[in-house]
């Protein structure tokens, strides 16, 4: 079994940072893509940023500039440093993972407000 938990979420004025985290354990044996997605109110899961296990990174064209994914191998995880971050930003931030030959995995999402 696999779990992927993320952490990092909260409350941010505009203009404000946070680095979100997202550890997985578990039975694995490979990971090929780790990424981070968001929802907001009434709007679709969208991909903000995903890096392979080459180190590949990609970025929605929305967060470019701001936000920066990295990995840690070693440790089975994920960041996200978000800078400069708007009200738009506000969703729920989900850690995804493709894994031991592409399984896809969820985190359980944490909250990203950015309000004044």
């Known amino acids: 079994q696999v779990q992927v938990v993320e952490s990092g979420g909260g409350l941010v004025q505009p203009g404000g940072s946070l680095r979100l985290s997202c550890a997985a354990s578990?039975?694995?044996?490979?990971?090929?893509?780790m990424g981070w997605y968001r929802q907001a109110p009434g709007k679709e899961r969208e991909l903000v940023a995903a890096?392979?296990?080459?180190?590949?990174?990609n970025y929605a064209d929305s967060v470019k500039g701001r936000v920066t994914i990295s990995r840690d191998s070693a440790k089975n995880t994920v960041y996200l440093q978000m800078n400069s971050l708007k009200p738009e930003d506000t969703a729920v931030y989900y850690c995804?993972?493709?894994?031991?030959?592409?399984?896809?995995?969820w985190g359980q999402g944490t909250q990203v407000t950015v309000s004044s």
């Open positions: 995804s993972m493709r894994a031991n030959n592409w399984i896809l995995y």
């Open positions: 578990g039975n694995i044996f490979s990971i090929n893509v």
């Open positions: 890096i392979t296990s080459g180190g590949i990174t």
